[in-house]
Structures are given as structure tokens and as C-alpha cells.
């Protein structure tokens, strides 16, 4: 066991230790995520390492959060993503299979990466008014960062696994060992509440590079409240307040300092263009950096890993254009010079392109390119499909915002006159299509309720679901080290 592995791996042992146990116990040192002790909350400056541990827990690699495959593993249930049928897949099959097994690795740095930072901002939320000097300005920032990150956690925990428990405090009591699951309703509204004190909180311009803004709180709230519109919950009522907010967000793009990039595409995924939403910046050291770009979306003619690739079917259908060309790789240059269609892979698929986008070669499998979370084009589409839905009629305004991401791809505009239902429809394929591989396309799926359709009639050269699906399936399992602890998850 090389030292770098055994460091990995005691700090994910330690970590998934501390949540077992519920939340943590307050703790003298500050690690990274961990909660500190009363003594850090009584200044401006501790709660600004508490917050730099919120956003850290969100990024340590094959650990906790966001910068490892599991996100794309996970939401293999949709059309536009597949992985290897053979080698040492087995994990990431199964989320494509619907056969999930509550002991699947690939499903902890998301669980325990989103609890990590719950804990982590409710100590902040909890506790910010112990702070009797500093700038309240920026002490009332960092408590709208810490509502933007506890809310960001909470929804991606009740939309892959539903019914999920609520941390009630930062500090761990006996009681912790037998939380009950909340139901998704009472998840959003908490989720809502956090959002809206971020939005209120959280100036307009970001902080530093990377942290959310007045803007991005808007545009996540706009995603919920479109999520909240469809499954489970189905309070079409919500589709109107989506269209209220991301139109807040258009209407105010340059003091949010929001935009469409309009330069190469591919720069999108680099990081760092006006399009950035909100983006978890990773340092590209084996503390934190981004894991999913590079081997893992290459095939092994390459010297590459076929973690995950498109889907047969989700590939041939893409609009031919310019998004396509910067979307997949289709040709790969083998080690002896030989260049090969993507046909004649040993995976016989193409690949994503947007994911091998470096600083310097592809073939790596750390990087310090950011997870792109929330980009524009999202506030744009968001509002499209919800104006549609919420009047039955797309108005000027949803057809310019829909047009303009199309018009970026190299295609036309969406004919006038569509019905609302059509409308909707062609905004949902956009939406595909402009995040395909960005983990966006199954939780479309799930809140319209296509997930079984999507399935349908896969291509001969793809993975086939293991049987019917269900509602059943729309859930993961809860994480089988936790459940084991808890009787009641």
C-alpha cells in the first residue's frame, strides 16, 4: 500500500467514522470539513475556516463531494451516459443496470461529502451571532455561502436518494444514531429557506473566484422550484415561480456578471468564463483536484479508462453542429500513430470530449480543471421550459432565451407558434443536448417521469436495464454502512 493510498484512505475511513456517528463531536483541530469547536464561531475569521471546510468537503478526490466520478456514475439511469460492459466496471454498471446494491462505493463521496458540509454550514447558520466583532456585511456573506452550500447539499441528497435525514444541529447527541428519514416536501423546504436567506444575504458580486453569488442562489432556487414542479412532489404551481426567478437572473445577468460564453466552447469546461454559475475550483494536487476529466472518459486504445461514455442512441440523435464536434471524440490516435474511428474502440462508442479539455495533455487522471456545477445556459433553459409550462404558451421572451443556446450550437431558432407542450418538449432535448454528461439529463428524467421511456429501446451495443423499472428505482439506496448503524434509514 503506497503511503498516498493509505493517507486517502485513513482520511475517508476517519470521515465516514465521524458521520456514522452522526454528525461529529466538536473538535480542537480544524481538518478539512470538520466542525471546530465553539472557539472558531466567536470570530469573523473562524467562520470564514468553518466555510473554507464547507466548500472542502465538497472536494477531496474518491472521498467527499463532487470532483470524483460518482455523480456521473450515478445518474447512469439516464440516456446519455453508459460505461464499459466488461473490465472492473461492475459499480458503475450497476447504476445503468437499476441494480444497485446498498454496498456500491460509488455512491459515498456524494452522501457523505453533501453531510459533511450540512454539518459543517449549520455550525455557521447555527452560530454566526456568537461573533460580536467584524463586519457584519461580510459575516451576513458568509452565512448566505453556508445557506447556498447546505441547500445545494440537501437537494442533490433528496433527488438521488429521496427520503433522506435532516441534520437538526452541528453537534452530535446519542439521538443522531436513530434519525428517521424526512420526506422529500419537508427537504425543500428547507432547501427553499436556505435559498432564499442566500439569496437575501449574499452580495452581488462574488466574494472570490468560485463562491456563489446574489445570482447563483437565484438560479439554484429556479432550479428547485422546476424540480419541485415534477416528480414527486408535483406542484405545477412551482413552474411559475421557476420562470420568476430565472428571469430575475436574465433581466440582471451583467451585475451578476452572468452570460452566455460566446468564445470556443470547449473553454466552458475549462472554467473560469462568464457562464460560470457556480464552479467548485479544485487545486490539482492529490488534496483536492478534479478526478472525472481525463482517463476516465478515454478509451483504453488510448490508455484511458472508459469509466463512462454516451450512449449509442443519445450520440446518433445529437444535432450535428458545432456542439457536437466539441461535445464527443470520435476519432483516437493510438500508441503506435495509428488513428481509429471511434466505431473500431474496443468499447466500439464514442466518448466526451468536454471532460479531456487540460492545461497541458489529456491522458491524466488528476486535474485542476473546476466542477462546472451551474452555468448560464442552465437559467436560460430553466426559464423556457417553466414559462411554457406555467402559461401553456411560450412567450417571446422563453422562445429568445432557448434561441440563444441554439443559435450557440449552430442551429436554428425553434419554429413559432409551438403549443406550450411542445415547447417544453424541445427545451427538454436542448437541455440534453447542452449538458450531455453533465449529470443534468437524469434528473430530467426523474421529474418528468421519463426514466422508463428513456430506457425503452436502447441501442444493440448498449447496456440493457435488468428488468422493469419503477418508481422504485428513481431512488438509490441508502449508503449500507449508514443504514447498518441507523435502523431507520
Not at 206 to 232: H, I, M, Q
Not at 382 to 397: C, F, K
Amino acid at each position: 500500500m503506497t503511503i498516498r493510498y493509505y493517507l486517502r484512505y485513513t482520511i475517508y475511513l476517519f470521515l465516514c467514522l465521524i458521520l456514522a456517528a452522526g454528525c461529529s463531536k466538536e473538535l480542537t483541530e480544524s481538518p478539512k470539513g470538520l466542525v471546530a469547536g465553539d472557539d472558531a464561531l466567536s470570530s469573523q475569521a473562524g467562520l470564514e475556516t468553518v466555510l473554507t471546510g464547507a466548500y472542502g468537503s465538497l472536494m477531496v478526490p474518491w472521498t467527499s463531494g463532487f470532483t470524483t466520478v460518482s455523480q456521473i456514475a450515478m445518474t447512469m439511469g439516464g440516456d446519455d451516459l453508459t460505461t464499459h460492459p466488461g473490465s472492473n466496471k461492475e459499480e458503475f454498471r450497476e447504476f445503468d443496470l437499476f441494480k444497485v446494491s446498498s454496498l456500491n462505493s460509488r455512491m459515498n463521496p456524494i452522501w457523505l461529502g453533501c453531510y459533511k458540509t450540512i454539518q459543517s454550514t449549520t455550525n455557521i447558520i447555527n452560530n454566526y451571532d456568537k461573533v460580536l466583532n467584524g463586519n457584519q456585511d461580510t459575516i451576513r456573506a458568509i452565512v448566505g455561502e453556508a445557506s447556498y452550500l447546505r441547500g445545494l447539499s440537501y437537494y442533490w441528497l433528496t433527488r438521488l436518494w429521496g427520503e433522506v435525514p435532516i441534520i437538526p444541529s452541528e453537534k452530535y447527541t446519542p439521538e443522531y444514531l436513530n434519525l428517521k428519514k424526512s420526506k422529500p416536501a419537508e427537504i425543500y423546504q428547507l432547501i427553499e429557506a436556505d435559498l432564499r436567506r442566500a439569496e437575501e444575504w449574499m452580495p452581488n458580486g462574488r466574494r472570490s473566484g468560485g463562491r456563489p453569488n446574489k445570482g447563483s442562489a437565484k438560479a439554484l432556487l429556479a432550479d428547485v422550484y422546476l424540480t419541485e414542479a415534477g416528480w414527486p412532489l408535483k406542484d405545477q404551481a412551482k413552474y411559475a415561480l421557476a420562470a420568476a426567478k430565472a428571469k430575475e437572473v436574465i433581466d440582471n445577468k451583467a451585475l451578476y456578471s452572468f452570460d452566455l460564453y460566446s468564445g470556443d466552447y470547449l473553454k466552458i469546461f475549462a472554467g473560469g468564463t462568464v457562464e460560470d454559475v457556480f464552479t467548485l475550483l479544485t487545486r490539482g494536487s492529490w488534496v483536492t483536484y478534479n478526478s472525472f476529466y481525463g482517463l476516465s472518459t478515454m478509451p483504453e486504445d488510448e490508455g484511458g479508462w472508459s469509466d463512462f461514455f454516451p450512449e449509442l442512441n443519445f450520440f446518433n440523435n445529437f444535432p450535428e453542429g458545432p456542439r457536437k464536434d466539441a461535445t464527443f471524440s470520435t476519432e483516437f490516435k493510438l500508441s503506435n500513430g495509428t488513428t481509429i474511428p471511434w466505431q473500431q474502440t474496443s468499447t466500439h462508442h464514442p466518448y466526451y470530449k468536454k471532460f479531456t479539455i487540460q492545461s497541458g495533455k489529456k491522458d491524466v487522471y488528476m486535474s485542476n480543471n473546476p466542477v462546472v456545477m451551474m452555468r448560464y445556459a442552465h437559467v436560460l433553459l430553466i426559464y423556457a421550459e417553466a414559462q411554457a409550462r406555467s402559461t401553456g404558451t411560450p412567450n417571446s421572451d422563453a422562445y429568445t432565451a432557448v434561441n440563444a443556446v441554439r443559435r450557440r450550437a449552430g442551429l436554428s431558432d425553434l419554429p413559432a407558434g409551438m403549443s406550450g407542450a411542445s415547447f417544453a418538449t424541445a427545451v427538454v432535448n436542448e437541455r440534453a443536448w447542452e449538458f450531455a454528461g453533465e449529470w443534468n439529463r437524469w434528473f430530467d428524467l426523474v421529474r418528468l417521469e421519463q426514466v422508463e421511456a428513456a430506457n425503452a429501446n436502447k441501442a444493440a451495443g448498449d447496456l440493457q436495464p435488468g428488468g422493469n423499472i419503477t418508481k422504485a428505482n428513481y431512488w438509490m439506496p441508502i449508503p449500507g454502512a449508514d443504514a447498518a448503524v441507523n435502523p431507520n434509514l
